[in-house]
T-cell receptor, first 116, second 117 residues
Framework: AQSVTQLDSQVPVFEEAPVELRCNYS??????LFWYVQYPNQGLQLLLK??????LVKGINGFEAEFNKSQTSFHLRKPSVHISDTAEYFC??????????????FGSGTQLTVLP | GAVVSQHPSWVICKSGTSVKIECRSL??????MFWYRQFPKQSLMLMAT?????????EQGVEKDKFLINHASLTLSTLTVTSAHPEDSSFYIC?????????????FGPGTRLTVL
């Protein structure tokens, strides 16, 4: 079974500062990795995903993440945050088995709060 | 593309009544949809996998008689909370699965806030 650990439940950061949200996963096989953002009282929006290839993945809203197989990590970064980035961020994994519906396993989430 | 809607966006009901939540894929067909439950400040918990034309698969600990799921068409799945009680109050989110290149991607609905008085 897979599991996801988001090490920080809350991350406060000042506007225009860089931010890193940490995600570590555990799996005995290769996985696909995702970062989602959830604004208050809304569903989840996909920020970026890693399936294969380049370990540095760029997503929407200026976010990027780096897959590190040796450290089983997929940390999310943004060089300069805005007030509008304040939201809950979830890291998730799924098995890369073709042709089948695959469930997502989510981390516990990290609340990013951008301060003026 | 790949838009998923949920209706209603919020609902308040009395204890003992039943509530139906709809999940629709607006611009694609989805043979598989998922239902999640989210408590405040917590992550999403998968409740069940809904497959078009067949019975839903429930996760361990989820009462199938309490949370009835019907996936009657390729664009609609419904979750009915039967005889709702205050402890069923939560944020319910659905997702619909569609093929994206080499893998199946989930697209999430905006969620439904259920409050049981």
């Amino acid at each position: 079974a897979q599991s996801v650990t988001q090490l920080d439940s809350q991350v406060p950061v000042f506007e225009e500062a860089p931010v890193e949200l940490r995600c570590n996963y555990s799996s005995s096989v290769s996985v696909y990795l995702f970062w989602y953002v959830q604004y208050p009282n809304q569903g989840l929006q996909l920020l970026l995903k890693y399936l294969s290839g380049s370990t540095l993945v760029k997503g929407i809203n200026g976010f990027e993440a780096e897959f590190n197989k040796s450290q089983t990590s997929f940390h999310l970064r943004k060089p300069s945050v805005h007030i509008s980035d304040t939201a809950e961020y979830f890291c998730a994994v799924t098995l890369p088995l073709p042709g089948s519906a695959r469930q997502l396993t989510f981390g516990s989430g990290t609340q990013l709060t951008v301060l003026p | 593309g790949a838009v998923v809607s949920q209706h209603p966006s919020w609902v308040i009901c009395k204890s003992g009544t039943s509530v139906k939540i709809e999940c629709r894929s607006l611009d694609f067909q989805a043979t598989t949809m998922f239902w999640y439950r989210q408590f405040p400040k917590q992550s999403l918990m998968l409740m069940a996998t809904s497959n078009e034309g067949s019975k839903a698969t429930y996760e361990q600990g989820v009462e199938k008689d309490k949370f009835l799921i019907n996936h009657a068409s390729l664009t609609l799945s419904t979750l009915t909370v039967t005889s709702a009680h205050p402890e069923d109050s939560s944020f319910y989110i659905c997702s619909a699965l569609t093929r994206r290149g080499i893998y199946n991607e989930q697209f999430f609905g905006p969620g439904t806030r259920l409050t049981v008085l």
